[in-house]
């Protein structure tokens, strides 16, 4: 596969945010975590209807009824993933399949979740941008020593999304479609919120 065969198009764009999982580490619901006066859930579906998406997609599993209490569905689809505990790749599906199941057309998906305090509609936008000028399948974003979410993925990886098992993330496809990936840089993204010491600092 050569990239310069490639080049996508996204017009319209879609935004699954995973917050399926029961924050073992912490003992609560980090969704529910307050970070600048809301939710850190509630945060991210803000920030993710402010880059301009067609539709926002929150797929929730664990505590979902006490999650879903808290929140606004405003503008939102709210996904209810049964197979949680099974690992991330399992979010990622719910979400997908979901979105497929609109009658509508998705160029593009991007993947976020809720305990990344810093993520906002620049950084989004600026997956669009990349994609946009780079015309690759897949944008992610590079922070620290590491690459990960949020990221854009063309429809055209969607199979390879709805193929991943376990705890696996969409990370292993850059490894995987590295021709067709390109990064943008998150100065922040690598503050995530998995125990109360991670809170502790976020909040000092």
Request: charged share 25%; net charge neutral; hydrophobic share 40%.
């Amino acid at each position: 596969m050569k990239a310069s065969e490639f080049h996508f198009k996204v017009e319209n764009f879609a935004i699954i945010i995973l917050a399926a999982g029961n924050s073992s580490r912490l003992g609560s619901p980090k969704q529910l975590l307050t970070y600048n006066g809301r939710p850190l859930l509630q945060l991210a579906i803000d920030k993710a209807k402010e880059s301009g998406p067609d539709k926002v997609i929150v797929v929730l599993g664990s505590s979902k009824q006490l999650i879903e209490s808290k929140i606004s569905n405003e503008g939102i689809m709210i996904v209810e993933n049964p197979d949680w505990e099974s690992g991330l790749a399992s979010s990622i599906k719910s979400g997908l399949r979901a979105l497929n199941n609109i009658p509508t057309i998705t160029d593009a998906i991007i993947l976020m979740v809720c305990d990344q305090p810093f993520v906002d509609a620049k950084i989004l936008k600026e997956l669009l941008s990349e994609q946009a000028k780079s015309g690759l399948a897949i944008v992610g974003s590079r922070y620290e020593d590491c690459i990960g979410i949020p990221a854009l993925f063309h429809k055209y990886m969607f199979s390879e999304l709805l193929s991943l098992e376990g705890d696996t993330g969409a990370k292993k496809l850059f490894e995987k479609y590295k021709k067709l990936t390109s990064f943008v840089s998150f100065q922040h993204g690598g503050i995530d919120i998995d125990t109360s010491e991670d809170y502790k600092n976020l909040t000092k």
